[in-house]
């Protein structure tokens, strides 16, 4: 019989989608523990929340005017009738979190870090996918801006971490309720005159929403955008201050930045800062992480009046340049001679396991040569050698492959060794 080794269509995996093979995920792993490690030096701590969340959860907090809510979201009616939506982005479930369990009232600082998958119907393509990963930190309730430029130091000190290098980091400020409607009426008026060179879909942004026109990748829509007057004319006196403490706290960490007054940035919600570090070493997708204020939300939720300031990265998108070489695995090959033998070998491999050796066990009876081509095809850095005579002994060998060198041993001078290599 043949096996045809690709899966129906039907079966395949869903466009947008990747399987994470394990030659792979050893980097992923050593990703996520750096980040944990660095977040947890700042004092952050880990709140996980659902995947799904009610709809008008991110519909409220993303956004209506959003690409991400008018064109991008997992929406999907329950059997109970209720519109759910697999999350595009982690902010709005954090900040319900907080209102639900009332995280303000706790003794802890408010920061939060998360990593997982998102989903996004986006047109799949290099560094864009409908289901990616996100590592996420959010910080609430400090409106001082030295605490933006931590953030943006922290990014920086992870993405060093990885070995990402050759990246840029842009900062701009967005305003606030008090200055950008003002802001907006001048894009508006300056898009309207620019009308018809503009694509269909910012024409329609013309009216809802001008900001969104500067996210637009048309090169005739970035050439409009250069000519619309800058944020910076608009910002009022407590934004101004903001951005200038901003710069100061960075220049302050050391951190280079240039301030790229188009950065808007493709959410509804922020305020004051905005924020993107890109990489020329990735292509059109450049961008691995973005963030910037939002203090508004947790009030428009109907929680507390609590600021907010957070970024994403990309997983997938660091992960492609980052320099990364997860420890080398170290593992006992068990290699039995017999019946008997494997039972007593079946009980060595409980041993080690339990004092923390990885042992690699097949149930398939071999002779020694056999057992050794295994080993090296499984690359086990040594084998244990359970056979008749050592049984009787209670002393068995233990073969270092790189080097060829064997010893013999009980099984906790063994253990010894192996601990001690
Ligand atoms: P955003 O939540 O859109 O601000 O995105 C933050 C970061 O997530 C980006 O800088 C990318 O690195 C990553 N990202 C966003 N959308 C996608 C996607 N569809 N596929 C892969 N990575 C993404």
């Not at 050593?30 to 030096?41: G, H, I, N, P, Q």
């Not at 910002?235 to 220049?251: G, I, Q, S, T, V």
């Not at 004092?355 to 057992?371: I, P, Q, S, T």
Request: proline fraction near 4%.
């Amino acid at each position: 019989m043949t096996v045809d080794a690709t899966p129906k269509k039907e079966l395949a995996a869903i466009k947008g989608t990747k399987d994470i093979l394990p030659s792979e995920a050893e980097k992923w792993r050593e990703l996520e523990s750096l980040a944990r490690e660095t977040f947890e030096l700042y004092g952050y701590r880990e709140l996980r929340a659902p995947l799904f969340e009610a709809t008008e959860l991110f519909e409220k907090g993303t956004g209506q005017a959003s690409d991400i809510v008018t064109k991008e979201m997992y929406t999907f009616t329950d059997k109970g009738g209720r519109s759910l939506t697999l999350r595009p982005e982690y902010t709005p479930s954090v900040v319900r979190a907080i209102i639900e369990h009332r995280l303000d009232l706790q003794p802890e600082p408010m920061r939060y870090y998360f990593m997982g998958p998102m989903f996004r119907y986006d047109k799949p393509q290099k560094g864009r996918y409908r289901q990616f990963h996100q590592v996420d930190i959010e910080v609430f309730g400090e409106k001082d801006a030295a605490v933006d430029a931590e953030v943006i130091e922290m990014a920086d000190a992870l993405l060093r971490k990885l070995g990402v290098t050759r990246t840029e980091t842009l900062v701009n400020s967005v305003g606030c309720r008090a200055c950008r409607p003002a802001y907006g009426q001048a894009l508006r008026e300056a898009a309207g005159k620019r009308k018809s060179d503009l694509c269909p879909d910012c024409q329609r942004k013309a009216e809802t929403n001008p900001l969104r026109i500067f996210d637009c990748k048309m090169e005739a829509c970035q050439a409009v955008a250069r000519s619309f007057p800058l944020i910076q004319d608009f910002l009022c006196e407590e934004c101004r201050r903001h951005f200038a403490k901003l710069l100061a706290c960075l220049d302050l960490y050391k951190i280079s930045y240039r301030v790229e007054p188009r950065l808007v940035r493709g959410l509804d919600y922020y305020t004051k800062t905005t924020f993107e570090v890109v990489s020329s070493h990735l292509g059109a997708q450049n961008a691995l992480l973005g963030g910037g204020r939002y203090d508004d939300m947790m009030k428009d939720f109907g929680g507390p009046d609590i600021c907010g300031i957070g970024f994403a990265m990309g997983m997938e998108r660091v992960l492609s340049i980052a320099e990364l070489t997860p420890p080398k695995r170290k593992s006992l090959y068990l290699a039995y001679l017999g019946g008997e033998a494997r039972t007593a070998g079946l009980e060595l491999a409980r041993y080690f396991r339990t004092n923390g050796v990885e042992c690699l066990v097949e149930f398939k009876d071999r002779g020694m040569k056999a057992h050794f081509g295994r080993a090296n095809k499984l690359q086990a850095t040594w084998v244990l050698i359970v056979g008749e005579d050592e049984m009787k002994k209670g002393r068995f060998g233990l073969k270092e492959m790189a080097t060829g060198r064997q010893v013999e041993g009980a099984r906790e001078e063994l253990l010894a060794i192996l601990r001690e290599r």
